[in-house]
């Protein structure tokens, strides 16, 4: 069977997806991934300022109800910071804006860093108060959601859950990779991992019914004031990482699991127990026995 692709901006990223179906009638539901895409941004965009996720950043001190669907990511949220002993924490949004990422970050060649200024401590993750069974959430004071990456590996396996009905298909939004059944005899989809210096591919990996995720300290790169600063955040400092690793890609069941794994590898500097490759700035390559029953041949 063919291969149907469709590609468009959203969520900061450039979205690729593929879908092996029986006809173009068959391939016409992808379509409908750009709108999914756009509900999804403006109920969680913190850079819109109408969205769920920025009114509730608004009131943040006070108990405030919940959809369904935001409910939802908190609660994962909430586990993946648990996982990760809180290595990712989902109040680093100050600390994100005071290292001067307080806007959209469309071109890293345009961007041009806010003037916010200080070193705010985050709150651990432990001070969010959720009820679950009245679906309701209240932040610390002085508290800021940020669910970006967590939604965009969420969005991810959504889309690729929603096309699987059709067919094989691969969803990559911007680095979070979600993949259902193989398109060929391959038996899967074969993803390259590019160097992050170089662009050449790295290391090719087969991906079946799994997620991967490359969180990276290159792309979303700013100076400011003799500084270099980077959107990945340490919550223990609330400054950017300074693990010495430039990109860390995890494989994991799902693109959540793969995003927050991904982070809390650049975080630490050390390989999770998932299939997973950590590329350091000085230009050494490590990765995990897992990863490495997963590798192909480069083509």
């Avoid at 590609?7 to 173009?24: E, Q």
């Avoid at 001190?61 to 990511?73: C, F, K, N, R």
């Avoid at 806010?114 to 309701?136: C, F, H, K, L, M």
């Avoid at 610390?140 to 009905?165: E, F, I, N, R």
Wanted: hydrophobic share 40%; aromatic share 8%.
């Amino acid at each position: 069977m063919p291969n149907y692709t469709i590609n468009f901006k959203a969520m900061g990223s450039t979205i690729d997806v593929w879908l092996n179906a029986p006809t173009s009638d068959d391939a016409r539901i992808l379509t409908d991934i750009p709108a999914l895409f756009e509900a999804w941004e403006d109920r969680f965009s913190r850079f819109r300022p109408e969205s769920e996720l920025s009114l509730l950043n608004v009131n943040a001190s006070a108990w405030q109800p919940l959809s369904l669907v935001m409910s939802d990511l908190v609660e994962l949220a909430l586990k993946a910071a648990a996982e990760t002993d809180g290595l990712f924490n989902p109040l680093i949004l100050p600390a994100l804006e005071s290292a001067g990422y307080d806007h959209s970050f469309e071109d890293p060649a345009q961007f041009v860093p806010g003037n916010a200024q200080g070193q705010p401590t985050v709150p651990g993750y432990r001070e969010i108060n959720y009820d679950a069974s009245r679906r309701r959430l209240r932040l610390p004071v002085g508290a800021k959601l940020d669910l970006g990456g967590l939604v965009k590996g969420w969005a991810a396996q959504q889309a690729a859950d929603y096309l699987s009905q059709v067919g094989a298909c691969l969803v990559d939004a911007g680095g979070d990779m979600v993949a259902h059944g193989s398109p060929d005899e391959a038996g899967g989809w074969l993803v390259n991992i590019p160097h992050p210096h170089t662009g050449e591919t790295l290391r090719v990996v087969l991906l079946t019914d799994a997620a991967i995720a490359t969180s990276g300290s290159d792309y979303r790169r700013w100076s400011r004031d003799g500084r270099t600063f980077h959107h990945v955040i340490d919550p223990r400092t609330g400054l950017p990482a300074e693990s010495h690793v430039l990109s860390a890609t995890v494989i994991a069941p799902t693109g959540m699991d793969a995003e927050v794994w991904a982070k809390a590898a650049l975080i630490s500097g050390k390989l999770p127990e998932l299939p997973s490759l950590l590329i350091h700035e000085d230009g050494s390559v490590h990765y995990s026995p897992q990863f490495k029953a997963l590798m192909q041949e480069s083509r």
